[in-house]
């Protein structure tokens, strides 16, 4: 019984010492870190246009889609150094010949970027359409101007209605 009894004060002499000795903690911090990667957004706001030549377009020898009427582009990115946006037509075997279909966009530049300011023939590999030095975390649109030359190479049998010939414009945006 004596060694009960002191193994017992022991015990609560261990206790209330180490009571004394430490507190709980009343405050701490953690660390919160956002890992960002550069991403970019695409989305085409049209995706199919049609050009419809009239006498006065086989007259001049091309019919175009300028501006708001040509295929609206929309992108977004966080990239602190910009994003390209580029296009091509990887079609297998297109109807309107390469050469033919041209490209080209009026939509400004963002910061000190660039722009294919004039027609330019369409090619299977990606082409800088518009690019961007800045971030743009809201969309920005880009219009992609659209041009059919040399229409009297696309024939119609003439027996009502109209030949469709139709191409696939495949846009890319990528972080600069």
Do not use: H
Not at 12 to 32: E, I, P
Not at 68 to 87: E, F, M, P, Y
Not at 95 to 107: E, G, W
């Amino acid at each position: 019984m004596k060694r009960s009894r002191m193994l017992a004060s022991f015990v609560l002499v261990l206790v209330l010492g180490t009571g004394q000795l430490a507190f709980a903690a009343t405050s701490g911090t953690s660390d919160v870190i956002l890992q960002a990667n550069a991403t970019v957004q695409v989305e085409i706001l049209d995706a199919t246009v049609t050009l419809s030549p009239t006498q006065t377009n086989y007259e001049a020898g091309y019919v175009q889609l300028l501006g708001a009427s040509g295929i609206d582009v929309r992108i977004r990115t966080n990239s602190s150094t910009g994003a390209s946006l580029k296009v091509k037509c990887a079609d297998a075997s297109p109807q309107i010949t390469l050469t033919d279909l041209l490209f080209k966009t009026q939509t400004a530049a963002g910061g000190s970027g660039t722009t294919q300011t004039t027609f330019t023939a369409i090619t299977a590999s990606d082409q800088d359409l518009w690019t961007t030095t800045t971030t743009s975390p809201t969309y920005t649109t880009i219009q992609t101007d659209i041009r059919v030359q040399n229409l009297w190479d696309y024939p119609d049998p003439g027996t009502g209605g109209t030949t469709a010939y139709t191409n696939t414009l495949t846009y890319t945006i990528v972080v600069q």
